[in-house]
């Protein structure tokens, strides 16, 4: 049984980390984007960048990661799923400020670092909260 549950979190997991990493391409595309063409903040754009992206993971999330857990409305799924992410996305700029401001760690590195760290918050927090498995 024990077993069991490894092999489908790993299978879940697996599909996290696909959706994470579109999710990510659009976030580091769009931030790139923002900072380098349109000259935007640095931290505005990287709010702006992520927001879209959670926006991305949670129609993919929803759709080929997690069980919609029963008895959940789909309001109350994106409401909570917001709150997770708004966690996250302070998270995300916590750790672009801390990297980029104090550590003076490029920022284009930098959102790699954060997204890697924050990317383990997300997958237990939604685990937890979202899904029936």
């Known amino acids: 049984m024990r077993a069991a549950l490894t092999q489908e979190n790993t299978k879940q997991f697996g599909k996290f980390a696909i959706v994470g990493l579109t999710s990510l391409a659009v976030d580091y595309a769009l931030l790139m984007f923002l900072v380098e063409a349109c000259e935007a903040d640095l931290f505005f754009s990287t709010t702006v960048s992520f ?3 959670v926006i991305i993971s949670y129609v993919l999330s929803m759709r080929y990661v997690f069980d919609h857990r029963e008895g959940m409305s789909r309001k109350r799924e994106f409401t909570i799923f917001a709150i997770l992410s708004a966690v996250g996305l302070g998270l995300n700029d916590l750790y672009m400020f801390v ?3 104090m ?3 490029g920022y284009q590195a930098m959102k790699l670092i954060s997204t890697f760290l924050v990317t383990w918050y997300n997958f237990f927090s939604r685990k937890k909260f979202l899904s029936n498995n």
């Open 51 to 53: 927001i879209v992206s």
């Open 99 to 101: 990297g980029v401001t």
């Open 103 to 105: 550590l003076n760690i």
